[in-house]
């Protein structure tokens, strides 16, 4: 019952053993999944380098902020022109001015906030106190900005106040438009991208953008305000797309600039996703077989390789690898045959030796290249005249006497026949006697016998 169950157990581990091609495919698998990682690592680059999309939108955020920036420096060059006119008591706008380029009001407010001088055009509002409280400790030269007012959450009015010498102030209105037409905040086609223009709060430069603002997409950086340094470049996975935020301080205002290419965005993000997991995938399958041969593969070649020199130390055949149990299965037989032949050479060895002991044959066995006898019956010794003790320093040709060219031609085509030939032999004390003898020879190993 218990050997039944071994051969049952032996043969369901046969059963669950693979072949050695099919380990090496685990290979062809790591190097596939390795090769494909690189490929859609390789695609990812000249996708990004063709289509690239943190430029774009890094290059608009720029010109954005330079239009911005250039048309406030063009606005304050502006008033210190008039500031100047009006310190030497000229006009600062011909009388014939109904439409002004930078403003919708231009105002002078003397030291006691009363009002100096007025011009009004287009989206001209009307002047409150509160809108002059604000810079009443304004320095001269100094150019201080309103905050914005703001009407459904869009910029309505921006104030810019300037000091003069004498201590009075200047006080402009923006005009609406300013901003809209040096500013584009429209879909930008040479660089597939458009841009959001908001302060800290959300409010919008405009009614209407390329695409409508989602504020809290990006709260967590402009509620930051004037702690938002440095530039940012986030990614937002609902909308597949980059943004580009900067903060003009001055101004007070973040320039968001978005990409219009969601589709290049979506195949690289694809193509990166596809080469992380292919090469995730190439790492745990690398650990996995690395376990395995180190586990079933060497530690078996290892079991294998000691039973292969002693074959005190068997193995089990506890191994997945059929061509392992075949090596093994190999190495038992050769074991097997080895003693089987160690038998039958035991076997040998006692009926020759009691031949060579025991029986009346008069036999000996000589080296065929060198003469030296190796064993010599009991028999011919006691013929001969010697002892057990002389066969080490006996030569075959101490035995044999010198024949004629005739009895040797003879003796050669006896041995070629298998026939008796008649032969001389010399005893210890000299005495030579004729014999009927057989011989013949055989190989063992690099050296050949002689039995006669």
């Known amino acids: 019952m218990a050997s039944f169950k071994k051969r049952g157990l032996n043969l369901m581990q ?11 495919k685990r290979f062809y698998v790591k190097i596939a999944l390795l090769l494909f990682a690189f ?18 939108i890094s290059t608009l955020n720029l010109i954005t902020r330079n239009n911005i920036v250039s048309t406030f420096v063009e606005v304050k060059d502006n008033i210190t022109t008039k500031a100047r006119l009006i310190a030497n008591g000229v006009e600062p706008f011909y009388e014939d001015t109904v439409v002004s380029k930078f403003y919708a009001a231009f105002y002078v407010i003397a030291k006691d906030n009363s009002l100096l001088y007025e011009r009004k055009f287009d989206g001209a509002l009307e002047l409150h106190d509160y809108d002059i409280a604000w810079f009443s400790d304004i320095k001269a030269g100094e150019f201080r900005l309103s905050d914005r007012f703001y009407k459904n959450r869009r910029f309505k009015d921006i104030y810019i106040a300037y000091g003069l010498k004498n201590g009075n102030k200047i006080l ?3 005009n609406p438009n300013l901003l809209k037409n040096k500013v584009d905040t429209g879909y930008n086609k040479n660089l597939a991208a458009y841009v959001f223009l908001v302060d800290k709060d959300g409010n919008l430069s405009r009614d209407e953008f390329y695409r409508k603002f989602i504020k809290e997409d990006f709260n967590k950086y402009i509620s930051q305000g004037g702690e938002f340094k440095a530039d940012k470049i986030i990614f937002i996975l609902k909308d597949m797309n980059f943004y580009k935020i900067s903060y003009i301080e001055e101004q007070k205002l973040f320039v968001i600039t978005g990409s219009s290419r969601q589709a290049q965005i979506f195949i690289q993000l694809v193509l990166v996703v596809l080469s992380f997991f292919c090469f995730v995938a190439f790492s745990i399958l690398w650990l996995r077989d690395n376990s395995y041969i180190k586990n079933k593969i060497l530690s078996a070649f290892t079991r294998i390789a000691l039973f292969a020199t002693d074959k005190s130390k068997p193995t089990d055949e506890d191994f997945d690898v059929k061509e392992f149990i075949l090596l093994n299965n190999s190495i038992k037989k050769l074991y097997e045959d080895r003693d089987k032949a160690y038998e039958t050479a035991q076997s040998y060895e006692s009926r020759f030796g009691y031949v060579f002991e025991k029986s009346f044959l008069k ?10 006898i190796t064993d010599i019956s009991n028999a011919l010794l006691e013929n001969l005249g010697y002892k057990k003790d002389d066969v080490a320093d006996l030569n075959i040709k101490e035995l044999l006497e010198d024949e004629s060219k005739n009895l040797a031609e003879d003796r050669e085509n006896a041995i070629n026949n298998d026939l008796s030939y008649e032969a001389k032999l010399r005893r210890k004390n000299g005495e030579i006697i004729d014999v009927l003898a057989t011989q013949s020879s055989f190989e063992l190993e690099n050296t050949r016998l002689n039995f006669i």
Do not use: H, M, R
């Not at 036999?363 to 030296?372: C, L």
């Open 14 to 24: 046969k059963n669950s053993a693979k072949p050695v091609l099919q380990i090496f």
């Open 172 to 174: 402009v209105q923006l």
């Open 39 to 56: 490929i859609f690592l390789a695609l990812f680059v000249i996708f990004a380098g063709i289509n690239d999309i943190k430029y774009e």
């Open 363 to 372: 036999i000996v066995v000589y080296d065929a290249y060198t003469g030296v």
